[in-house]
């Protein structure tokens, strides 16, 4: 037997295509949940200078001096 004639006889159980509808359920949620993901993300501000932060509050001025070419 050929492992063409193996492979096409384990394709043909119920239970493998049973299986790959749900892999294939499951990859499309995933891709779903990154689309989704991608046009929140593009959506969603972080941070600069003009955002105020604890993080942004602290070290945006000593950035602005380092920039500046004061240490």
Not at 42 to 71: H, K
């Amino acid at each position: 037997m050929s492992p063409t004639e193996v492979w096409a006889s384990l394709a043909s159980l119920p239970e493998l295509k049973a299986g790959r509808r749900h892999d294939m359920t499951a990859m499309g949620f995933c891709i779903g949940v990154l689309i989704f993901a991608l046009i929140i993300g593009y959506f969603c501000q972080i941070g600069n200078f003009g955002v105020e932060t604890d993080f942004y509050g602290a070290y945006a001025p000593q950035a602005e001096n380092i920039i500046a070419g004061r240490l």
